[in-house]
Nanobody
Framework: VQLVESGGGMVQPGGSLRLFCAAS????????MAWFRQAPGNVREFIGT????????YYADSVKGRFAISRDNAKNTAYLQMNSLKPEDTAVYYC??????????????????WGQGTQVTVSS
């Protein structure tokens, strides 16, 4: 499984961005997906996760109500919609795939595949 993120960029505070995570291979609907981020000098932070079917999601408190994860299994793509962005949301954003369970895991060690990351900068 290969994951490729896109959609990052620079946005003003209060703005929105939508990130994309394109997965290779025929087994996307067997992968639970998640998004993490890492700012310089910080540990990698869990943002949210979505089950294989897309029916269940779970978010970190820091983004709840502002960010939303979705997926389109027909397109082998997961999405991270980010609204009301703040400067503290600035980070490299990574998508990750869990090929083992359909549990809404929050630890990075529970994920088997990772993308290369896409930079999001929130600044005026």
């Amino acid at each position: 499984v290969q994951l490729v993120e896109s959609g990052g960029g620079m946005v003003q505070p209060g703005g929105s961005l939508r990130l994309f995570c394109a997965a290779s291979g025929p087994t996307f609907n067997r992968l639970a997906m998640a998004w993490f981020r890492q700012a310089p000098g910080n540990v990698r932070e869990f943002i949210g996760t979505i089950s294989r079917s897309g029916l269940r999601t779970y978010y970190a408190d820091s983004v709840k109500g502002r960010f939303a994860i979705s997926r389109d299994n027909a397109k082998n793509t997961a999405y991270l919609q980010m609204n009301s962005l703040k400067p503290e949301d600035t980070a490299v954003y990574y998508c990750a795939a869990d090929a083992t369970t359909n549990t809404l895991n929050t630890r990075d060690i529970d994920y088997d595949y990772w993308g290369q990351g896409t930079q999001v900068t929130v600044s005026s």
